[in-house]
Nanobody, 121 residues
């Protein structure tokens, strides 16, 4: 069993930055593919960024050039650095983990509880 705990959300003005963190329990963190998924009110969940167990990264078009996902296996933690934030980035951001080589919406083994990000205009 893996527990994921997000932190770092909050209220920021458009153009600002936030850094989300997700701390994971468990000894085999390095074997998990990890990612960040967001859900805005009335919208479906969107995978904004993911990082494989090998460190390969993927970004949705909505975050390319603005978001950076990284992982620190020694601390069982992943991060999402979000720059140049826009009001449309407002959503609950969830940390996700999969015990496999890749991760997507249909292949998530563990979810965090979510952290709210609100970007004001």
């Amino acid at each position: 069993q893996v527990q994921l705990v997000e932190s770092g959300g909050g209220l920021v003005q458009a153009g600002g930055s936030l850094r989300l963190s997700c701390a994971a329990s468990g000894r085999t963190f390095s074997s998990y593919s990890m990612g960040w998924v967001r859900q805005a009110p009335g919208k479906e969940r969107e995978f904004v960024a993911r990082i494989s167990r090998g460190g390969s990264t993927y970004y949705a078009d909505s975050g390319k050039g603005r978001f950076t996902i990284s992982r620190e296996n020694a601390k069982n933690t992943i991060y999402l650095q979000m720059n140049s934030l826009k009001p449309e980035d407002t959503a609950v951001y969830y940390c996700a983990a999969a015990d496999r080589s890749t991760i997507n919406i249909g292949a998530v083994d563990y979810w965090g509880q979510g952290t709210q990000v609100t970007v004001s205009s």
